[in-house]
């Protein structure tokens, strides 16, 4: 994991600190007079959801600072604990794993029961998990339309049997992570019963795998996310987990239990938005900004709009 250095995190936070701009108030619970600080992780996903929230914020009267975003997950929840923040969006498995310090083979493989534990048990170092929304940013196995269609693979379990049944079409890309993780490879091929021969193994850079699936040379299944927006970009399918070997990665707003336990309407300020986002709409949002060029401001702004969650 990359780690931004103490003077770094202290700089975005500085920035944050400037203030931001009022947004056009929306229905809903009013939060006039209160003030946040919200951060997110340097990734095109965590931003687009911190935008989001500033931006649903500001549409409820809040005093919101510009969004602080920081390198890594140790660094930005860091920044939360010690309140330097008062919110950013996690991921269940990361909950579980990161902040828990849990070991990954155990975590439950039940997304409710998964953040229902998380949300307990986190509550003990004062953050607060508001509800988890439908999108799951977990590991994937996907393949290009055209391929699946032929092969006829639509399962983790069908993959299994392709390996043992014509190896040269069950070639895979991944990255280093994926290749050694629990919930990983090595994990799949636990649960689903097959090996991958080393020669049918590539390690490549994550942001690579989308275009050499689609090239077939190299490869002709691959690693990615879930709400990946190269997935629709280059029109893959994924795989379905049928035996739920995959960590859930559900995303929440987790924030800290006493900015939550003085201002308790942000549950009713990011209920419906979390519940509307779903993997496929993330997905969406994150190949606007990765493949379509946009800000990620501008496309929270206009999804909020949209929505009607904000003016």
């Avoid at 990954?104 to 953050?127: H, I, K």
């Avoid at 995303?251 to 336990?261: F, K, N, S």
């Amino acid at each position: 994991m990359r780690r931004l250095a103490p003077a770094l995190v202290a700089a975005a936070l500085a920035l944050a600190a400037c203030g931001g701009t009022g947004g056009a108030p929306a229905g809903g619970a009013d939060l006039s007079g209160a003030s946040f600080t919200v951060g997110s992780k340097e990734f095109t996903e965590n931003v687009v959801l911190g935008e989001i929230t500033v931006q649903a914020l500001e549409a409820a009267g809040a005093d919101v600072a510009p969004l602080a975003t920081i390198t890594g997950t140790t660094n930005v929840r860091t920044a939360l604990t010690s309140g330097q923040l008062d919110m950013y969006w996690e991921y269940t498995g990361t909950g579980w794993s990161a902040h828990l310090q849990r070991e990954v083979s155990e975590a439950p493989r039940d997304p409710a029961e998964l953040y229902e534990v998380v949300r307990r048990d986190d509550a003990a170092n004062g953050v607060a998990w508001l509800d988890a929304a439908p999108l799951n940013n977990a590991y994937a196995v996907a393949l290009p339309r055209e391929r699946q269609e032929q092969l006829g693979v639509r399962t983790l379990s069908e993959f299994a049997a392709l390996v043992a049944s014509d190896p040269a079409q069950a070639r895979l890309c991944a990255a280093a992570e994926f290749l050694t993780r629990d919930d990983g490879l090595p994990g799949l091929q636990r649960a689903y019963g097959f090996e991958l021969a080393p020669a049918a193994i590539s390690e490549l850079e994550l942001s690579l795998i989308p275009g050499e699936v689609v090239r077939g040379e190299a490869c002709t299944f691959g690693e990615v996310f879930v709400t990946d927006g190269a997935v629709a970009a280059n029109d893959l399918v994924l795989l379905e987990d049928d035996r739920a070997a995959i960590t859930p990665f559900n995303a929440a707003l987790t924030v800290r239990q006493e900015v939550l336990d003085a201002n308790p309407r942000l549950a009713e300020v990011f209920a419906p938005i979390t519940a509307a986002l779903t993997s496929d709409v993330m997905r969406g949002l994150n190949e606007r900004v990765d493949v379509g060029g946009e800000l990620p401001d501008e496309v929270a702004e206009q999804w909020l709009a949209e929505n009607g969650f904000a003016g």
